[in-house]
């Protein structure tokens, strides 16, 4: 399977656990980007990773979310002490590269997350 | 923040009719536009994209782009109940972020 693998696809969490999601960008991407789509809302952008290095996290909630792209290994989103207001589909999506104009982001088939 | 405009319909066309999806968005100085298609439950399938203005043709489906209107759109034809969707238009900002439309609901009726 070269696409982009995200697990687990579906993640149940009381409140105050913590929820880890996974992303292994398509096979050749070193770009990755997490999406969140709460229900029956629009797809909102939330960090955009390179290995090692976090690019942009303007999307990101500034307490409980965090999330890394070691040199070895999947993305991960991080979110602590979960809250219901926090179930959503979380997509990952990865790229070949970052400046041209063609260059595309390829989604994977996403964590739908439920807190209880 | 840069805003992604689209009608949310449904939008509801008889099969093997043409189909036409709208978009709107604000930043004028936008590059790189894009159509993915989302089935009920499942992620965003990239559909097209565009960035010189005009008309660009995959198949059935043609992205159109008018950078003075600042409008993007996008044509099924002959559309069939397989294409019901929904599509979102997805604009491109500086430093790679994707920011997307709510998304317009297609149903193709047989």
């Known amino acids: 399977n070269a696409g982009v693998m995200q697990n687990p696809r579906h993640l149940v969490r009381r409140r105050g656990q913590e929820a880890r999601l996974r992303c292994s960008p398509m096979?050749?991407?070193?770009?990755v980007y997490w999406y969140r789509q709460l229900p029956e809302e629009g797809l909102k952008f939330m960090v955009y990773?390179?290995?090692?290095?976090?690019?942009?996290e303007s999307g990101m909630p500034k307490e409980r979310f965090s999330a890394e792209f070691p040199k070895e290994g999947p993305s991960i989103l991080r979110i602590q002490q979960v809250v219901r207001g926090d179930s959503a589909a979380y997509f990952c999506?990865?790229?070949?590269?970052?400046?041209?104009?063609?260059?595309?982001?390829?989604f994977g088939p996403g964590t739908r997350l439920t807190v209880l | 923040q840069k805003e992604v405009e689209q009608n949310s319909g449904p939008l509801s066309v008889p099969e093997g009719a043409i189909a036409s999806l709208n978009c709107t968005y604000s930043d004028r100085g936008s590059q790189s536009f894009f159509w993915y298609r989302q089935y009920s439950g499942k992620s965003p399938e990239l559909i097209m994209f565009i960035y010189s203005n005009g008309d660009k043709e995959d198949g059935r489906f043609t992205a159109q782009l008018n950078k003075a209107s600042q409008y993007v759109s996008l044509l099924i034809r002959d559309s069939q109940p397989s294409d019901s969707a929904t599509y979102l238009c997805a604009v491109r900002e500086y430093g790679n972020k994707l920011v997307f439309g709510a998304g317009t609901i297609l149903r193709v009726k047989s």
């Open positions: 096979k050749g991407h070193s770009h």
């Open positions: 999506a990865s790229s070949l590269t970052s400046g041209g104009p063609s260059d595309t982001q390829y």
């Open positions: 990773l390179q290995k090692e290095n976090i690019i942009d």
